[in-house]
């Protein structure tokens, strides 16, 4: 099937436009969730994001088994992916191999059967970071979203809440 790939600034509109994609497909609708609740502003975050997709969601926790979640999703039934940044902090901060655990994820979107969107931040567009675990972070993002956008689809940049096509499907 085909995978979007959702990229932006912070509040950029990345989530709600995915959703819209996914939710332009019938039901059942997997959301495959990547944030862990450490603070009580995560915990709003996520309170607003259940709140505004309502019903008919089926919701993966998967801080970083994306792959066994897209696998464990209803075969061919949309799924939205949010967010690879967060999914990408919970890899570093645990030790996994990063690129393996990419490249892993570029082969499941590859194989997988159901429309995917995935979101993910840009976070090379700012000021170089001022100390090289942020630097290390920026780095491994970058070559992550390149290697996502490789095997997408589509990418959309989001813009201040306005979708501008990057890559097209064919």
Excluded at 17 to 27: D, G, M, R
Excluded at 81 to 107: I, K, Q
Aim: glycine share 6%; aromatic share 6%.
């Amino acid at each position: 099937m085909t995978v979007t790939f959702v990229l932006g600034g912070a509040r950029s509109g990345k989530s709600r436009y995915a959703e819209s994609l996914v939710t332009a497909l019938p039901p059942p609708w997997t959301f495959i969730a990547t944030a862990e609740i450490h603070d009580d502003e995560m915990r709003q975050r996520i309170a607003e994001h259940r709140a505004r997709r309502g019903e008919g969601w089926y919701t993966l926790e998967a801080p970083v088994d994306i792959v066994g979640a897209l696998r464990s999703a209803p075969a061919g039934a949309p799924v939205l992916v949010d967010c690879l940044t967060l999914w990408l902090s919970n890899l570093m901060l645990a030790d996994y191999d990063v690129v393996t655990a990419v490249d892993d994820l570029a082969r499941a979107l590859s194989e997988s059967s159901a429309p995917v969107a995935i979101v993910s931040n840009e976070l090379g567009l700012g000021i170089v970071p001022d100390n090289a675990l942020a630097r290390q972070f920026r780095d491994a993002h970058g070559r992550m979203n390149q290697r996502i956008a490789e095997v997408a689809h589509s990418v959309v940049f989001m813009l201040a809440g306005l979708p501008m096509p990057v890559k097209v499907a064919r």
